[in-house]
């Protein structure tokens, strides 16, 4: 038996208080991923905090000088349908449409979305050594099956994927995150939020104890027109991405201005290399200029017994995904083309 205690904090001010008072306190805000945790005895909250009734982070708004702010507590679904984001920010809605279920998208909160945990097997599997689990043990990824692990950023303490596909997007379209802590305010661009394992695998991200996520901002830069979020998987639906890739481009004729790449599924946090983006500036929008950034996005790419195909994966996705951005309004809402 674990007992908790569950209080419902009504402002940013109380959340912060409780995990003042209460170190070890947890905020719950869908819950999808946290009792799972829990459920697979990985996590023993003894204090919970339920953000949802904190007002002012539950809507999607214009900000002055351009650019949305999307509140913390919206839903994955709310987020994906709602109409400046269909409209203005196309790739996040089709990387939001492209991830779990539509039950877990109405419940699954935007800052959740950026704190939700590996789905690496060994992680879950509390009988076997993990790092990111139980730091000083091992990683038994390493030696093991590592068929979903990372190709790329990985180290020897940890090859574990973050496993958002919504992440992808904002990685590529460079949201920055805002943060309230017990210090005060602070932002985050999307870039410096999620971290590679290093030798603290067990560290996901930026935020320290008690940080609250209220609101995730997207820039000006929209991306409206040119764009395709292709995600490849073992099963069409329900299942995590083995390698996805977020494509936003500003094109004149067939000449690229401006591309962001981002890929999930490969590394410890979406991967993104400005240097592959630079590349293609300048360059015909075509399957060749495509390659060359995909070589630049996988250089240094390493596999391991089971996920070697990754490395090859990835880059025709990539060369792909670039082709289906010259056209998304070839491509069905929230459709996923098979690999
Ligand atoms: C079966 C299944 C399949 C899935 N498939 C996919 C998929 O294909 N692609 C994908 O991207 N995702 C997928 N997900 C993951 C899902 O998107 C996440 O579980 C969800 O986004 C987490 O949001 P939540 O609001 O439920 O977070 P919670 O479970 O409530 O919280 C997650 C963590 O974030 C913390 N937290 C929550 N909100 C805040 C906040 N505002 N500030 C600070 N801390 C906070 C909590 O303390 C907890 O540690 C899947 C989930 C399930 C269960």
């Given amino acids: 038996m674990n007992n908790f205690t569950y209080t419902t904090a009504g402002s940013i001010t109380a959340a912060l208080q409780h995990t003042k008072r209460h170190p070890q306190a947890m905020y719950i805000a869908g819950g999808t991923n946290l009792l799972d945790l829990w459920k697979y005895n990985l996590l023993h909250p003894q204090t919970l905090v339920d953000l949802n009734g904190v007002p002012g982070y539950h809507t999607i708004e214009?900000?002055?000088?351009?650019?949305?702010?999307?509140?913390?507590?919206?839903?994955?679904?709310?987020?994906?349908y709602h109409p400046l984001i269909e409209q203005r920010y196309p790739l996040l809605s089709k990387a939001i449409l492209?991830?779990?279920?539509?039950?877990?998208?109405?419940?699954?909160?935007?800052?959740?979305?950026l704190l939700q945990r590996t789905?690496?097997?060994?992680?879950?599997?509390?009988?076997?050594?993990?790092?990111?689990?139980?730091?000083g043990t091992g990683c038994s990824a390493i030696k093991g099956y590592n068929r979903i692990h990372a190709i790329l950023g990985a180290s020897e303490h940890c090859i574990a994927v973050f496993p958002s596909d919504m992440c992808v997007a904002l990685a590529a379209l460079e949201a920055v995150v805002q943060i309230t802590g017990q210090q005060g305010k602070r932002s985050i661009p999307f870039a410096d939020f999620h971290r590679l394992p290093g030798n603290a695998p067990e560290k996901d991200n930026a935020l320290q104890a008690g940080d609250i996520?209220?609101?995730i901002d997207l820039p000006a830069k929209e991306f409206a027109h040119h764009y395709s979020y292709l995600k490849l998987r073992d099963r069409h639906s329900y299942a995590f991405a083995l390698?996805?890739?977020?494509?936003?481009l500003e094109l004149e004729g067939n000449e690229i201005k401006e591309a962001r790449i981002a890929l999930g599924g490969v590394a410890h946090k979406p991967?993104?290399?400005p240097e592959a983006e630079q590349l293609l500036q300048g360059k015909p929008a075509?399957?060749?200029?495509?390659?060359q950034a995909a070589d630049k996005l996988l250089e240094g790419a390493q596999g391991y017994p089971h996920n070697q195909f990754k490395i090859e994966l990835a880059k025709k996705a990539i060369i792909r995904n670039g082709l289906m951005a010259l056209h998304p309004e070839t491509q069905l809402p929230g459709a996923q083309p098979s690999a």
Avoid at 67 to 74: E, K, P, R, S, Y
Avoid at 106 to 111: D, E, L, Q
Wanted: with cysteine; net charge positive.
């Fill in 286 to 291: 075509t399957a060749e200029s495509f390659a």
């Fill in 62 to 80: 214009a900000k002055e000088g351009g650019g949305l702010q999307l509140g913390a507590l919206v839903t994955n679904a709310a987020t994906a």
């Fill in 98 to 113: 492209a991830g779990a279920s539509a039950q877990i998208r109405n419940m699954a909160t935007n800052g959740g979305n």
């Fill in 271 to 273: 991967w993104r290399i």
């Fill in 213 to 215: 996520i209220t609101s």
């Fill in 243 to 248: 390698v996805s890739v977020a494509t936003a």
């Fill in 119 to 135: 789905r690496c097997y060994y992680y879950y599997d509390g009988d076997v050594p993990c790092n990111k689990r139980e730091p």
